[in-house]
């Protein structure tokens, strides 16, 4: 169901659609309540007779709502419509950082930058058990200030916390004890991207730079086109 301008959905007023992805549609919307103006995601119709679907998106609301930092997106309130069910965000003012890169090769100081804030979003999410599964150019936005916002947690997964050790490592269902490793793995291959040359290691286990006898030649991925 794609919605007009001028149309509402719930109390919010859509302006323009923002762009489509595999699980919805996400709008500019203007809050009359608060004057100001949000995103607005709604999932598709066929997905909202879908329990799985409908977990994951409910998951998303409530994993980046928990969060409060300043480079993870902002989730106002998760609601229902006739249009099914929907997601507010903070509107970001910017490119996505796949936008960034198809309008040319970063900087190297641009590069650097986005990888740090991306960085501090990730580890914050990391540090509450939260995992994004999802890290790729397309969820990073860069706004006009040059804040970077990590995006869609509708693939996240919660890990269940194992009794805290020196690391503040979490238990995972296979029973591996993960830490700060980790997360700095997690981050490694979407910001593999920011820079042109090879493309992120290809590594036969999540864990291997951090496991003993590790493959001293790891293979390069192919970039992506």
Same mark, same amino acid.
């Given at each position: 169901?794609? %919605?007009?301008?001028?149309?509402?959905?719930?109390?919010?007023?859509?302006?323009?659609?923002?762009?489509?992805?595999?699980?919805?549609?996400?709008?500019? #919307?203007?809050?009359?309540? $608060?004057?100001?103006?949000?995103?607005?995601?709604?999932?598709?119709?066929? *997905?909202?007779?879908?329990?799985?679907?409908?977990?994951? *998106?409910? /998951?998303?609301?409530?994993?980046?709502?928990?969060?409060?930092?300043?480079?993870?997106?902002?989730?106002? +309130?998760?609601? +229902?419509?006739?249009?099914?069910?929907? $997601?507010?965000? +903070?509107?970001?003012?910017?490119?996505?950082?796949?936008?960034? %890169?198809?309008?040319?090769?970063?900087?190297?100081?641009?590069? /650097?930058?986005? #990888?740090?804030?991306?960085?501090?979003?990730?580890?914050?999410?990391?540090?509450?058990?939260?995992?994004?599964?999802? %890290?790729?150019?397309?969820?990073?936005?860069?706004?006009?200030?040059? *804040?970077?916002?990590?995006?869609?947690?509708?693939?996240?997964?919660?890990?269940?916390?194992? +009794?805290?050790?020196? #690391?503040?490592?979490?238990?995972?269902?296979?029973?591996?004890?993960?830490?700060?490793?980790?997360?700095? $793995?997690?981050?490694?291959?979407? %910001?593999?991207?920011?820079?042109?040359?090879?493309?992120?290691?290809? /590594?036969?286990?999540? /864990?291997?730079?951090?496991?003993?006898?590790?493959?001293?030649?790891?293979?390069?991925?192919?970039?992506?086109?």
């Amino acid at each position: 169901m794609t %919605l007009s301008r001028g149309s509402h959905l719930g109390p919010y007023e859509i302006l323009s659609p923002l762009g489509t992805g595999g699980m919805g549609e996400v709008y500019r #919307a203007r809050d009359p309540r $608060l004057e100001r103006q949000v995103a607005v995601k709604i999932l598709h119709p066929q *997905f909202a007779k879908d329990p799985d679907r409908l977990r994951r *998106f409910c /998951l998303e609301a409530k994993a980046a709502s928990a969060l409060n930092h300043p480079n993870i997106i902002t989730v106002h +309130e998760i609601g +229902e419509s006739e249009a099914g069910p929907y $997601l507010v965000t +903070e509107f970001i003012d910017g490119q996505t950082v796949r936008a960034m %890169l198809s309008e040319g090769a970063l900087s190297l100081e641009q590069a /650097l930058d986005i #990888a740090a804030q991306a960085s501090e979003g990730v580890a914050r999410a990391h540090e509450a058990g939260l995992v994004h599964r999802d %890290l790729k150019p397309e969820n990073f936005m860069v706004t006009r200030d040059g *804040f970077v916002k990590v995006l869609d947690f509708g693939v996240a997964k919660l890990l269940p916390r194992a +009794e805290e050790g020196p #690391a503040g490592a979490y238990q995972t269902a296979t029973a591996m004890i993960v830490g700060r490793a980790a997360s700095r $793995l997690a981050r490694r291959p979407a %910001l593999g991207h920011l820079l042109p040359g090879p493309g992120p290691l290809r /590594l036969p286990h999540p /864990l291997t730079p951090v496991l003993p006898h590790s493959d001293p030649h790891p293979q390069y991925a192919r970039p992506h086109p």
